[in-house]
């Protein structure tokens, strides 16, 4: 069983930066593929960025390359979202979600474990 509480979303200016964080418990965080997605009002949940469980594979979704970047401390059992040049598109719910063993997937279904999200809003 993993838990996940995410943080560091907040309200933030157009070109801005936020870093959200994602703590896991459990002593076996390094053995689990890591991803973040978010779901913005009236759309359908999105996929963002995902790291492999060895930490060798990151994937981005199109809409954040070269903006925002997924990485890993597994010494903390901590995932990291850095978001840079933030946008207004960008708004929304974000979320961390585990997948023992998983290479980091695009598909939300894979994933067995999932935060409660923290809101991530951008002005214009």
């Known amino acids: 069983q993993v838990q996940l509480v995410e943080s560091g979303g907040g309200l933030v200016q157009a070109g801005g930066s936020l870093r959200l964080s994602c703590a896991a418990s459990?002593?076996?965080?390094?053995?689990?593929?890591m991803c973040w997605f978010r779901h913005a009002p009236g759309k359908d949940r999105e996929f963002v960025a995902a790291?492999?469980?060895?930490?060798?594979?990151?994937y981005y979704a199109d809409s954040v390359k070269g903006r925002f970047t997924i990485s890993r401390d597994n010494a903390k059992n901590t995932v990291y979202l850095q978001m840079n040049s933030l946008k207004p598109e960008d708004t929304a719910v974000y979320y961390c979600?585990?997948?023992?063993?998983?290479?980091?997937?695009?598909?939300?279904?894979?994933?067995?474990?999932w935060g409660q999200g923290t809101q991530v809003t951008v002005s214009s």
């Open positions: 979600a585990a997948e023992r063993l998983g290479m980091g997937s695009v598909v939300a279904g894979l994933y067995n474990y």
């Open positions: 459990g002593r076996t965080f390094s053995s689990y593929a």
């Open positions: 790291e492999s469980w060895s930490g060798g594979h990151t």
